[in-house]
């Protein structure tokens, strides 16, 4: 018991942040946010949420991003005042536990295919269904599963499913359109050679996650600085910069 205690103050000494600050954390999550071979933490995420605190003048404590494995992010968040994090999907369970900010980017999951691939026209889910699927240990695949498709082959890394998909072994591989365009370039290939199908998954969206105790007005001005980055087309050209 003593023991706990002492971690808990120390995790808790370690966090506490100036006042008119908020410690905004996350989590590895590329392209969306990643730590450089430098150091330097970048993505979409990254260049997203810091644009959005520099033009609602908030200021992050420590004058960064704090990358941490989820599990510590999600405690932190719940546990500090003051703290946020990103990309945090939203759903029904969580919801009432923070106040947010967002969407920041949808969680759309589509099936892709190779564009070449004229032989495969898909135009519902059940369609799909038809086709070899390359799956891998993540809870998409357990979704794909969860909704009848019988045909999925299953692999221990996502980027071991595009390898399959480019030889013709697989038909469709599930994915996130910035996932998809990221991992296509690691290969030395274009977003343009392959193709969204269908969605099997639009049911929530990325956030940011705000502890409860952190006053609305602070919340109001970040949603505010959101909104205003959608209407002048510059969340749009960061987001096409990511994909192309």
């Keep these: ?37 430098t150091g330097r933490v970048s993505g979409f995420g990254i260049e997203l949420v810091t644009r959005i605190f520099r033009d609602a003048g908030i200021g ?38 923070f106040k947010w900010v967002g969407p920041l980017a949808p969680r759309a999951m589509w099936l892709f295919k190779l564009r070449e691939r004229k032989d495969i026209t898909i135009k519902t889910l059940e369609q799909a269904k ?51 365009a990221a991992r296509l370039r690691h290969m030395g290939k274009s977003y343009c050679d392959v193709k969204k199908t269908i969605l099997f998954d639009g049911r929530f969206d990325y956030y940011l996650a705000i502890n409860p105790q952190t006053p609305d007005a602070v919340v109001a001005r970040l949603q505010h600085a959101l909104d205003r980055l959608k209407q002048n087309q510059t969340y749009d050209q960061l987001m096409q910069r990511y994909l192309n």
Excluded at 6 to 15: D, E, G, M, P, T
Aim: glycine share 6%.
């Design 60 to 97: 992050m404590a420590g004058n960064k991003i704090h990358i941490h494995p989820w599990s510590r992010t999600f405690l932190m968040l719940k546990t500090t005042g003051n703290a946020a994090a990103f990309m945090t999907v939203k759903n029904p369970q969580r919801a009432p536990m």
């Design 130 to 180: 038809a086709y070899k699927i390359g799956g891998y240990r993540s809870a998409q695949t357990d979704y794909l599963i969860e909704l009848g498709f019988p045909r999925i082959q299953i692999v221990d890394h996502e980027a071991q499913n595009l390898v399959l998909l480019m030889a013709g072994r697989v038909d469709l591989v599930p994915s996130l359109e910035l996932t998809m």
């Design 1 to 37: 018991m003593k023991t706990t205690l002492i971690i808990a103050f120390v995790l808790y000494a370690a966090v506490t942040c100036p006042a008119g600050e908020l410690l905004v954390l996350s989590e590895e999550f590329p392209p969306f946010q990643y730590t450089q071979d």
